[in-house]
């Protein structure tokens, strides 16, 4: 295996590996600063349990640069369905929609709402930390490789109740752009 896994390698909107893996490398937190401050603090809060616990867990205490880049979600099992909790300033920018309070399968278009749909049910079955990629259109009809880190949070201890998405371009995206 390669020491950099990164949305150019991979299809669209696949998982990559189990974030983790991924964060072991440290080329791969070098290019992901925001998705690793994310995942550090996760890990820090789960404080050696299997997920952390939702208490535990403020977006108040991630550095104020990323949580423009945030999203949760409310998972509810039956179904399962996935409501917005949160929907950071800049997921309103790019997609001209806020989600607040809105199902995960509201969001236009409906190829994006199928494929955060699958993304959620997903995270929510493997209730483990997920690195994603996905292919994002922007106003101007901008392709951009952006990665998804998403991490369970829980009320119990036991399965997810939320789960928390933050996205990011790899540096060397950001900065052939600059």
Same mark, same amino acid.
């Given at each position: 295996m390669s020491d950099f896994i990164g949305p150019t390698d991979r299809e669209r909107g696949v998982i990559l590996e189990d974030a983790v893996?991924?964060?072991?490398?440290? $080329?791969?937190?070098r290019n992901y600063p925001r998705l690793a401050s994310v995942f550090d603090y996760w890990n820090f809060q789960r404080s050696g349990?299997?997920?952390? %616990?939702?208490n535990d867990f403020s977006l108040a205490e991630l550095p104020a640069e990323t949580i423009p880049y945030c999203m949760m @979600?409310? *998972?509810?099992? /039956? #179904?399962? &369905?996935? !409501?917005?909790?949160?929907? #950071?300033?800049?997921c309103v920018e790019i997609t001209k929609q806020e989600m607040t309070g809105m +199902? !995960?399968?509201? $969001?236009?278009?409906?190829? @994006?709402? /199928? &494929? +955060?749909?699958?993304?959620?049910?997903l995270a929510y079955a493997k209730n483990a930390p997920? @690195?994603? *990629?996905?292919?994002?259109? %922007?106003a101007f009809l901008?392709?951009? &490789?952006?990665?998804?880190?998403? !991490?369970?949070?829980? %009320? %119990? #201890? /036991?399965?997810?109740?939320? $789960?928390?998405?933050v996205f990011e371009q790899p540096t060397r995206m950001r900065e052939d752009v600059e």
């Open positions: 893996t991924f964060f072991e490398r440290q $080329i791969n937190r349990k299997y997920v952390t %616990n939702k @979600v409310d *998972a509810r099992a /039956d #179904g399962p &369905e996935f !409501v917005y909790r949160f929907w #950071g300033t800049k +199902n !995960v399968k509201a $969001i236009e278009p409906r190829e @994006v709402a /199928d &494929e +955060n749909y699958k993304f959620y049910c997920l @690195v994603f *990629a996905k292919t994002q259109v %922007n901008l392709h951009s &490789e952006d990665l998804f880190l998403s !991490v369970p949070l829980t %009320n %119990n #201890g /036991d399965k997810s109740d939320y $789960i928390l998405t």
